[in-house]
């Protein structure tokens, strides 16, 4: 196999391992391809932003992706950090560029643990006069 470029995004509950190898174009998650793991409108032209602001031609390079926890929103956005990342570390001259586009930040928002006598995190019982 070539050689790849390894790194990891993460976010809410999920992680992805993205690993970047020069190649043909080819762009594989969990074993399926990337238009048939996210099926949603508009998950897989976010994913390939970070292929894009490269300004290298989206074919030149091959992804495998190993994607795991969360849901559809969380995977898909840790696999866009996972794939800016291992980019930087390919050619560290994508930095500035990436860090303009916003895919090197982190979205550190989790969901708030459920407190004692409320409902979920914030939400309290319904109040009752008897």
Do not use: C
């Not at 790849?4 to 690993?19: I, L």
């Not at 793991?37 to 602001?53: K, M, Q, V």
């Not at 849901?71 to 800016?84: E, F, M, N, T, W």
């Not at 990436?98 to 409320?118: I, Q, S």
């Amino acid at each position: 196999m070539a050689q790849y470029t390894e790194a990891t995004g993460r976010r809410k509950e999920s992680t992805a391992r993205v690993r970047v190898y020069e190649g043909t174009g080819v762009f594989t998650v969990n074993d399926k391809e990337l238009n048939e793991y996210f099926t949603r409108i508009g998950d897989a032209p976010a994913i390939l932003g970070a292929l894009e602001a490269t300004g290298r031609p989206v074919t030149s390079f091959d992804v495998t992706v190993k994607v795991e926890g969360g849901g559809v929103s969380g995977q898909r956005d840790a696999v866009k950090l996972g794939l800016a990342r291992a980019l930087v570390t390919m050619d560290e001259a994508l930095r500035p560029v990436m860090r303009e586009h916003g895919l090197l930040t982190r979205d550190a928002r989790v969901k708030e643990r459920k407190k004692p006598g409320l409902k979920r995190a914030r939400k309290a019982p319904t109040y009752t006069k008897r």
